[in-house]
């Protein structure tokens, strides 16, 4: 049963690089069916989408936060990776990883990882 | 603020009928999926497409569209049902995710 698992530091300074991993386990991510993702939810707010990677290495972002986001993929450790550059206090949020499928035009996210809270403060 | 709006919170009486809206202009063109999500856990997806139940998600859930707006059907609403729900789908311009602002079910 495939898996999606977030690692990373919890606490991040201001101004610093947020840089967050997650792991595919009991499948690969290099399947041509599947984009990769990142989503944040801030304390007590809704979800936001960050971007999302296919195995080739080709990206989305959301308009909002490109200018800060790079997101990547390893497909020889079964990861992608997301990084958020000039952190304030406001990128505070739990941040989940999840599949969607990439064949279809109705977008949805059908796997997701349990997520990690992400602290910004010196 | 979103390109999805919701209503922030819906009541329901245990066992009745709920439907939560989701409205946005590219709801005219595409489907929206739906999450659930309970305190301290991950989002859910409990229906996508046009009207489609992952394996596990119980058939009192349901989905349908019109026009702008796409609505989350619960038919004998379960206490286990008490969640935030967020809609799903593209932005107006087609080219990007976005999520509703999400809407809290309280049941009754």
């Known amino acids: 049963q495939l898996q999606l698992q977030e690692s990373g530091p919890g606490l991040v300074k201001p101004s610093e690089t947020l840089s967050l991993t997650c792991t595919v386990s009991?499948?690969?991510?290099?399947?041509?069916?599947?984009?990769w993702g990142w989503i944040r939810q801030p304390p007590g707010k809704g979800l936001e989408w960050i971007g999302s990677?296919?195995?080739?290495?080709?990206?989305y972002y959301n308009p909002s936060l490109k200018s800060r986001v790079t997101i990547s993929v390893d497909t020889s450790k079964n990861q992608f990776s997301l990084k958020l550059s000039s952190v304030t206090a406001a990128d505070t949020a739990v941040y989940y990883c999840?599949?969607?499928?990439?064949?279809?035009?109705?977008?949805?996210?059908?796997?997701w990882g349990r997520g990690t809270l992400v602290t910004v403060s010196s | 603020s979103s390109e999805l709006t919701q209503d922030p919170a819906v009541s329901v009486a245990l066992g009745q009928t709920v439907r939560i809206t989701c409205q946005g202009d590219?709801?005219?063109?595409?489907?929206a999926s739906w999450y659930q999500q309970k305190p301290g856990q991950a989002p859910v997806l409990v229906i996508y497409?046009?009207?489609n139940r992952p394996s596990g998600i119980p058939d009192r859930f349901s989905g349908s569209s019109s026009g702008n707006t796409a609505s989350l059907t619960i038919t004998g609403a379960q206490a286990e049902d008490e969640a935030d729900y967020y809609c799903?789908?593209?932005?107006?311009?087609?080219?990007?995710?976005?999520f509703g602002g999400g809407t809290k079910l309280t049941v009754l």
């Open positions: 497409g046009k009207n």
């Open positions: 009991g499948g690969s991510i290099s399947s041509s069916s599947y984009y």
């Open positions: 799903n789908s593209r932005d107006s311009s087609g080219n990007y995710q976005v």
């Open positions: 990677i296919y195995y080739s290495g080709s990206t």
């Open positions: 999840a599949r969607h499928p990439a064949a279809t035009m109705n977008w949805y996210f059908d796997l």
């Open positions: 590219s709801l005219r063109s595409y489907y």
